[in-house]
């Protein structure tokens, strides 16, 4: 389900990168990323954060702490540990934990950046999040399937820009 943008999601993003500090490591690195970081675009009201750790055993020094909150690993992303948090049954919120060595080139963080400064590719990746909706209720394809053109070709494009190599946007088992 997509929703109109919310203004409280900055805020939320900010509670939620202060409570990873707190029971992760006050060191790392925490940007809001996903739709809910783009203002004006329509969302899943779900908040996606991009954490920079030092390495996986940065991730799993600190992985307790985070489960004692509710987090859990929840992903069938390949590339990077991932976690989640739901309330009461729902998917509220996703953090990934990327490396420090990969953190330039995330291409979460790229796409985030090229949205935010291409206003014609925001609407174009919210009329493509749109149809993946209703896609996804006629059971032809998955959300997450059906959007993928669009972002592979905006993260090509945003990749370019920047002098980075296109590599394949789906890291899903």
């Known amino acids: 389900m997509l929703v109109s943008y919310d203004p409280r999601w900055p805020q939320q993003f900010e509670e939620i990168a202060a409570e990873i500090r707190t029971h992760g490591s006050p060191e790392w690195l925490i940007e809001h990323i996903g739709s809910t970081a783009v203002p004006?675009?329509?969302?899943?009201?779900?908040i996606d954060?991009?954490?920079?750790v030092e390495g996986i055993d940065d991730f799993d020094a600190h992985r307790s702490g985070l489960e004692a909150l509710g987090w859990r690993r929840?992903?069938?992303?390949q590339s990077h540990p991932v976690m989640v948090f739901e309330q009461d049954g729902i998917r509220t919120r996703i953090a990934h934990f990327f490396p420090a060595s990969d953190w330039e080139t995330v291409n979460q963080r790229i796409l985030r950046d090229w949205l935010r400064a291409h206003p014609e590719d925001a609407d174009r990746y919210t009329h493509a999040k749109c149809d993946a909706v209703a896609v996804a209720a006629r059971g032809t394809s998955t959300y997450n399937a059906a959007k993928t053109p669009v972002i592979q070709d905006l993260v090509d494009r945003a990749r370019a820009a920047r002098g980075l190599p296109p590599v394949p946007v789906s890291d899903k088992a």
Do not use: Y
């Open 40 to 46: 004006g675009m329509r969302a899943k009201p779900i």
């Open 74 to 77: 929840g992903s069938s992303v």
């Open 49 to 52: 954060v991009a954490v920079r």
